[in-house]
């Protein structure tokens, strides 16, 4: 399959413009007929013969494009457009270049179309998601093993960084009789609440915690009930009530949601 290469309009202005018209086709037919390395695999005769161009002539060319240009604008080999390659035919020297110039908006309707076109089935994407090697957004020569090694590397680390980060406030230290557990617990919880413990509330529900505890109650134990029934306040754990979560929800006085909407903020 033939290979793309987008015809600048810096041809104009370059010195390939300024040779003869058969230099010129010579050279346009190179670029579209190059593979995705910038390989044409194809012998002077049948050059001759394609580009309606005398044996003897098309001779002259070739040495012309594979001689170094001290007017080029690339520096690349002395300004050499292509060079002979083992086994037969030629590479163009700065084929990357010609290939990878297209514009951003155009590569990106190329890929829309793309996928477009080789887009799974419904049940194929449910069966699997995973994306082409030949994709077009892959470069063209083969990438190294170690890529998708440090992309998922990375992204382990990422969740391990996750995983690490407290649940509280780095700068808030709870008080010794305060269960690590227990106080995690009621943290998680607040945070899938989307009630997140501030440095305030921290201050708050310790505070009230020290009330707690002054009364006779334990501080986890209170904690504990807190999480279990989703309560982003403290109460105290009355005595005879059944251990359901439905049972426990009653808990709370009228005094008690005053406290739990003003800290719940």
């Known amino acids: 399959m033939s290979g793309f290469a987008k015809l600048d309009s810096g041809i104009v202005n370059s010195t390939i413009w300024v040779q003869p018209h058969d230099v010129l086709r010579v050279w346009i ?5 190059a593979d995705s390395r910038g390989t044409v695999d194809t012998a002077a005769p049948a050059l001759s013969l394609i580009c309606m161009v005398p044996l003897e002539r098309m001779r002259e060319i070739l040495l012309l494009l594979e001689s170094p240009d ?8 002395d300004g050499r457009r292509i060079e002979k390659i083992e086994g037969g035919g030629w590479r163009i020297i700065n084929y990357g270049k010609y290939r990878e110039s297209r514009d951003p908006q155009e590569r990106k309707e190329y890929q829309r179309n793309w996928d477009k076109q080789h887009r799974p089935s419904g049940h194929q994407r449910a069966a699997v998601r995973q994306k082409s090697d030949h994709s077009p957004t892959q470069s063209d020569q083969t990438r190294p093993e170690t890529t998708k090694a440090e992309a998922e590397r990375a992204e382990a680390e990422k969740k391990d960084q996750k995983k690490k980060q407290p649940a509280l406030p780095l700068a808030f230290s709870i008080p010794s009789w305060i269960s690590q557990e227990a106080w995690e617990g009621f943290a998680e919880m607040r945070k899938r609440k989307r009630a997140p413990l501030t440095q305030r509330a921290c201050s708050m529900v310790v505070k009230e915690l020290t009330k707690l505890r002054s009364e ?6 209170v904690l504990d ?8 306040a403290v109460y105290p754990v009355k005595a005879g009530k059944s251990g359901s979560p439905a049972a426990q929800r009653s808990a709370p006085s009228a005094t008690d ?3 739990l909407n003003a800290v719940g903020k």
């Not at 037919?29 to 007929?33: A, Y």
């Not at 001290?70 to 080999?77: C, E, K, L, Y």
């Not at 009930?225 to 982003?232: A, D, M, V, Y």
């Open 216 to 221: 006779g109650h334990d501080a986890n134990a």
């Open 70 to 77: 001290p007017d080029s604008r690339s520096p690349n080999d």
């Open 257 to 259: 949601m005053d406290y």
């Open 225 to 232: 009930q807190s999480t279990l029934n989703s309560w982003t």
């Open 29 to 33: 037919w190179f670029l579209s007929q």
